[in-house]
């Protein structure tokens, strides 16, 4: 039975990995956990594929040690490290941020080091990282041998954990990738302590009907995918064959390069100018002050040839959205 663990199973992409997951599971028996700060909520057993799935769901801190070592006890194939404290709230407490994003994934990776070295435990990782471990200055177009330049307490704290997973892959530990993830856009549900979290806000408001706060500039351009590819590029990196890999265990995923201003354009085009009057410009010279510093556009040239499939266009992720998820706005049409 093949054994998944989602670290940070009850975020957003940890709830649309084990759905994916099991959704396509249909010829052998599966071992899904679940471990989040809270216990994630997950589905009955009723709805576990045709009794193919077990799906286990926990709790606890991942920056204990006792932790780590528990999570791996029943040695996973494939680990999905997806917890983190968020850019925004990782800037405001930078002792939190540094507690989860740092010491929690070292205390992971020493976990199965330890299991590695005590019966040759040797897992897939899969690494959840970020455009922030990129900062300004950058050229328009920054491809996957430019250096990392974090110029944030976030964007730090994943450019570590990218160097953790290079040198304890080059070990032999265990086998690691690291993904960096375009901005996802647009999310569900109630926004979080992102500082990007507006990417989505000025589009998943006004589709219901509220008004959204866009802090930055309409000429702010950045790097984009939904959900649904950025889970498809999580899930794509667990299954990927280790003989395909190249020496380089972190680049960045494929997405969609688009300004404030197209985001607009597109939410123009799906619901009209009453939905666009329900923006208002609050500049936030703090938020401008980290966005401005990430980058634009980006070569993916490892991820593309590896066969990581992207969105076609902002108005496709957009379109996604409104799709799954039904805005109210629209529905009222």
Not at 80 to 90: F, T
Not at 271 to 290: F, M, Q
């Amino acid at each position: 039975m093949a054994h998944h663990l989602i670290i940070g199973g009850g975020g957003m992409l940890g709830s649309g990995l084990v759905r994916s997951l099991a959704d396509k599971n249909n010829q052998s028996s599966v071992k899904i956990t679940l471990f989040d700060l809270v216990e994630p909520q997950w589905a009955s057993k009723s709805e576990q594929n045709d009794n193919n799935v077990e799906i286990i769901t926990c709790k606890g801190d991942i920056a204990d040690p006792a932790t780590a070592h528990a999570l791996i006890a029943d040695r996973p194939d494939i680990i999905y490290h997806l917890a983190a404290i968020v850019s925004g709230e990782a800037e405001r407490d930078f002792a939190k941020g540094y507690r989860i994003n740092v010491d929690g994934t070292r205390y992971l990776f020493e976990a199965i080091r330890e299991a590695n070295e005590q019966d040759g435990y040797f897992p897939r990782v899969v690494f959840t990282s970020s455009l922030a471990v990129f900062g300004a200055p950058l050229p328009d177009v920054i491809d996957d041998n430019q250096i990392l330049t974090p110029r944030s307490s976030y964007g730090t704290q994943k450019a570590i954990g990218e160097l953790l997973l290079a040198d304890y892959s080059r070990k032999g530990f265990f086998d690691g990738i690291g993904i960096r993830l375009p901005t996802i856009c647009v999310r569900p549900g109630k926004p979080n302590a992102a500082a990007s979290g507006f990417f989505s806000g000025i589009i998943r408001e006004p589709l219901a009907g509220l008004p959204a706060i866009l802090p930055v500039s309409d000429e702010v351009t950045h790097w984009f995918a939904s959900p649904k590819a950025a889970i498809g590029y999580i899930e794509h990196a667990g299954k990927l064959a280790s003989s395909l890999l190249p020496e380089q265990r972190n680049f960045t995923m494929p997405g969609v390069s688009a300004s404030i201003a197209d985001e607009i354009a597109v939410l123009r085009e799906i619901a009209g100018d009453e939905a666009v009057k329900l923006i208002k410009r609050e500049p936030d010279a703090a938020i401008e002050t980290i966005i401005s510093s990430w980058p634009k556009a980006f070569n993916t040239k490892i991820a593309l040839d590896l066969g990581f499939i992207p969105d076609s266009s902002m108005r496709e992720i957009i379109e996604i959205y409104v799709k799954e998820h039904e805005p109210q706005w629209l529905s009222d049409q």
